[in-house]
Structure formats: structure tokens, C-alpha cells
């Protein structure tokens, strides 16, 4: 079986990648590597999700669920810096690159943290949570991050999923629904969808 961007430590062989990209009106320079998704360029999907989030009317932290090499978490907090941003993620690969992009983009106000969707976050709540989810690991996956998010989000906190139509953007909308009781279409854009509800 091929190696996903979602397995726990990653057997490819490391050969860094370092870029930079221009998001909500500043440089970054990220690095990125195999074993982690999308190596060579912000994908799509994140670029949405990044220019169109805004900052929830609750106070708290943010979590950026399945951050990979960081881009979501680490401009949301640029962007925030009053906000703690939680970058989380099951591939140790993908939080040590986290790690090192905050650092080389002096952003300070994060904390990556390894973890299998909620399992090291018990003790956390979250004014909002972000996620560009691993849709390769199958939309049991997908589905059961979108109820997790649930009971780890404030009162009146927000839950941002930015997915692609071809790839399950109309059962993740009925999913948020269903869980949530409400969700809204923030952008529609080349085929991605970015979806957000209320946890009232």
C-alpha cells in the first residue's frame, strides 16, 4: 500500500522544498516535503480557506485540524495575533515542518501539537477550527472529524471545512447540517466549496 499524507511517520525520503507566497496582503515563505501534503505549492483548496476566513465574535483559541506544513494555522495567526492558533496533526513529518514555518515566518502565537484528530486535544475548546481535510483517508475520516469538532468548539464557536465538490462537498454539507443544525456556503470557487457552521 502507497504512503498517504495522513500516515504517522512517513518512510519517504525527506527532500525539502522552500517557497514563498504572497497571502492576506504578506510574504511567506514556507517549506514543505514529501510525506506531506502538497509539496510544492499552497493548494487551492487552503489558498480559499485562508482569504475568506474571519475571526469568530467569540474569544479563544483557533485550531487548524490537519494543518500539515502549516500555511492555514500560520497566516490565521499572523493575520490574528491575539488569537493562540493550535496547528494539530497525525503526521510527524507535517508538525515538525509546522514547527520550523512558524519560526522562519516569526510568528509566535502557535502551538503544534501531534495528534490523531482530537486525541491529544481533550483539554482544549476552540473558538474556531479550520480544516482542509485528508480526503484521501476516506470520508469515514472526514465525517468523523466534522463531529468531533463539535463538542471541542465554544458556544457560538465556528467550524470552517474547505472541500472540493468531485470529492464530497455535498455529503460533508448534509453531514455539518446534520450535526450542527445549520451550515453556509461562504465561497464557491473552482470547484471547492468552503463551508461554515455555528455551534449555537
Not at 476552540?126 to 485528508?134: K, L
Request: with cysteine; net charge positive; proline share 4%.
Amino acid at each position: 500500500m502507497s504512503e498517504h499524507y495522513f500516515s504517522q511517520q512517513p518512510q519517504s525520503k525527506s527532500s525539502p522544498k522552500t517557497w514563498s507566497y504572497r497571502l492576506r496582503e504578506k510574504e511567506y515563505t514556507f517549506t514543505s516535503d514529501y510525506g506531506v501534503f502538497s509539496k510544492n505549492e499552497i493548494d487551492y483548496g487552503s489558498r480559499l480557506l485562508i482569504t475568506q476566513f474571519t475571526e469568530s465574535k467569540v474569544s479563544g483559541s483557533v485550531l487548524d485540524l490537519g494543518c500539515g506544513y502549516g500555511p492555514i494555522g500560520i497566516t490565521i495567526a499572523n493575520t490574528y495575533p491575539n488569537r493562540n492558533v493550535v496547528l494539530a496533526d497525525v503526521n510527524e513529518r507535517a508538525i515538525q515542518l509546522a514547527e520550523q514555518n512558524a519560526k522562519q515566518n516569526k510568528v509566535r502565537n502557535v502551538e503544534c501539537i501531534k495528534s490523531d484528530r482530537f486525541s491529544n486535544l481533550v483539554n482544549h475548546t476552540f473558538a474556531s477550527i479550520v480544516t482542509n481535510p485528508p480526503i484521501r483517508a476516506g470520508k469515514n475520516v472526514v465525517h468523523a472529524m466534522i463531529e468531533e469538532s463539535k463538542p471541542s468548539l465554544d458556544k457560538n464557536g465556528e467550524l470552517w471545512v474547505v472541500i472540493q465538490k468531485k470529492q464530497g462537498a455535498p455529503s460533508a454539507k448534509e453531514k455539518i447540517f446534520n450535526v450542527f443544525g445549520n451550515v453556509e456556503v461562504v465561497a464557491k470557487d473552482k470547484g471547492y466549496f468552503l463551508l461554515k457552521a455555528i455551534n449555537v
